[in-house]
């Protein structure tokens, strides 16, 4: 028997709808890329969405087009999302990071017809426009006072465009299933992939991201996402924010410490977004100048693992609430999220921070479950590993465009292969082990480089660690430590070897520890593994 329930599509437009009429006075603050604060408001931005969708409409822009931003998070890029899916078209928001040739090849990929672009990028679009064959225009996030000169053709002003079109637009009632947003991994080995959101999975990701298993967030918070809205439509707070009522808080192209801790300061903001590398440079910033933060509650930190160390410096010191989590552009991105359970909150803080260094557990939509090599299923006891499936509504079923890259990625029975390790425990915490082509391989032994960089990060010289695997000629591989030092120190081999000694058996030790000003990161803020074992490639151990 059917159900008699109306079947209204969960449509992005939805949201911005809504937050328009029951939350429109609710600020949108931007720390502007042109300089200044720019304050606007969710009434505003439904507003100039129906602009900009009449702009686009009178470009050519149809159904189904891509409509590519290369902007930071702004107020701009908030009426983009909204303007482009709620009219049916894909906002493809392109990582600036990538690499140029990346970028030519994503842009071409996905066909896109309009650029959107910060001021910041405009160099970038200019070096690489006569290779970017499909894009018919370049819409430059600016208002006229503060366009460039620029050799772009068909270069247009945002605020130009805008201010000609009238603010009704009436958003199309689009099949749920239709393509809302798109986004490439940025891919370490072979082309980027790209995940294509539907308007159904990016609005039941919103209310996961709003649910107090989550962040709980509400309209009662100000939250600022460090996370950029082109690295995975920043974690999905540009929607959830719109769904709840939530004050926005965009801190534009100024991400050093001191920008965000003047605007965490200035609005008072409650609940933050980022990955560790962040936050790392962030807490040095307050470590250096004795700064507190007077509202912020809680901080999701996730892309990579969480050193116990900054779990640890932002509550005790900071008084704020890590939660840890995981996931991958592929699951739109969150898969599970450390909330803590009742039994496991009342815990002495040792053994709390012990639990809250795992990933967290399953979001309500995403399911879970460990292989092994051989495909059979592994426990969740916390210490069989096993190669981490997921399935859900926001889990991609194939790469855009790619049959090839999507072929390798799913199991028999259609869950996708993660390609990493974990262990998840009998309360239902993930742990993620490793990537699978990061694990150190000694002889018949796995090292997980994510415990011995979790262990190493701890020493008080360590700023930031990374573990790579080097040929041995007995063990087959073993790790290499290379560390950055903190605040300007020169962290001492023998010890840090000492150091880690207390804390990982014998043959986790590393077997040589090499310092170096800077580790390379990829465009979402990741190690970058791959170039790091390129350049130890031929690293002699000590005793090899
Ligand atoms: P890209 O590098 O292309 O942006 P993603 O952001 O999709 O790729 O990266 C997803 C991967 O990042 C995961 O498969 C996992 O290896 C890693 N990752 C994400 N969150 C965490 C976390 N909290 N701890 C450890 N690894 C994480």
Redesign the pocket.
Same mark, same amino acid.
């Given at each position: 028997m059917r159900g008699q329930m109306m079947d209204r599509p969960l449509l992005v437009s939805l949201l911005i709808e809504y937050a328009g009429r029951y939350h429109g006075d609710t600020e949108i603050v931007t720390r502007a890329v042109e300089g200044g604060i720019r304050r606007s408001s969710y009434a505003a931005v439904e507003r100039r969405a129906c602009q900009l969708a009449n702009a686009f409409a009178r470009l050519g822009v149809a159904p189904g087009d891509r409509v590519a931003t290369l902007a930071w998070n702004t107020d701009r890029h908030i009426e983009l999302y909204y303007a482009i899916s709620s009219m049916g078209a894909v906002c493809h928001t392109i990582n600036p990071r990538l690499f140029r040739e990346q970028i030519r090849y994503i842009v071409n990929h996905a066909a896109d017809k309009i650029v959107c672009l910060d001021l910041s990028f405009v160099p970038l679009a200019e070096s690489l426009a006569d290779e970017l064959v499909p894009v018919r225009h370049y819409v430059i996030m600016s208002d006229r006072v503060h366009m460039p000169a620029t050799p772009l053709a068909g270069a247009l002003c945002y605020e130009e465009l805008i201010a000609a079109e009238t603010t009704d637009f009436a958003w199309p009632s689009l099949d749920e299933n239709t393509a809302a947003a798109l986004c490439y =991994?940025?891919?370490t080995t072979g082309n980027p992939k790209g995940a294509l959101f539907s308007h159904r999975s990016t609005v039941l990701h919103a209310f996961s991201v709003c649910a107090a298993g989550l962040i709980g967030l509400s309209m009662d918070d100000t939250v600022l996402p460090v996370v950029p809205q082109f690295?995975?439509n920043a974690w999905g707070v540009p929607y959830a924010a719109a769904m709840c009522g939530a004050k926005l808080v965009l801190p534009g192209a100024a991400l050093d410490g001191a920008s965000l801790y003047e605007l965490f300061e200035a609005e008072q903001v409650t609940v933050s977004l980022g990955v560790p590398t962040v936050w790392l440079a962030l807490l040095q910033h307050l470590e250096a100048n004795k700064l507190k933060f007077s509202s912020l509650q809680r901080t999701v930190i996730?892309?990579?693992?969480?050193p116990p160390a900054m779990i640890r410096s932002f509550e005790e010191t900071y008084g704020v609430r890590v939660i840890?989590?995981?996931?991958? =552009?592929?699951i739109s991105?969150i898969g599970t999220a450390n909330t803590l359970k009742k039994k496991l909150a009342a815990l002495p803080p040792d053994e709390r921070f012990a639990v809250q260094t795992k990933?967290g557990r399953a979001v309500f939509g995403v399911d879970l479950k460990l292989v092994d090599a051989a495909g059979a299923e592994q426990p969740h006891d916390g210490v069989a590993r096993g190669e981490l499936l997921v399935r859900g509504p926001w889990v991609i079923d194939g790469y855009y465009k790619d049959a090839e890259a999507s072929l390798a990625v799913f199991d028999e029975a259609g869950w996708f292969r =993660?390609?990493?390790v974990a262990t998840i425990d009998d309360d239902g915490y993930l742990q993620?082990v490793d990537?699978i082509k990061d694990v150190v391989k000694s002889g018949g032994e796995w090292i997980s480089s994510?415990d011995v960089e979790n262990a190493a990060i701890g020493h008080p010289d360590i700023a930031e660690a990374a573990v790579i695997a080097v040929p041995h000629p007995r063990w087959g591989e073993r790790p290499l430590l290379v560390v950055v030092g903190r605040q300007g120190r020169v962290p001492d081999k023998a010890s840090v070897l000492q150091y880690l000694a207390g804390l990982l058996a014998k043959w986790q030790l590393p077997d040589d520890v090499v310092v170096v000003a800077e580790l390379p990161h990829?465009? =979402?803020g990741?190690l970058l593994k791959t170039q790091l074992r390129e350049m130890f490639r031929n690293y002699p151990l000590p005793e090899a």
């Open positions: =991994t940025s891919g690295h995975v996730g892309g990579s693992a969480v840890h989590a995981w996931g991958m =552009t592929e991105p990933q =993660t390609g990493d993620i990537r994510i990829t465009a =979402t990741k």
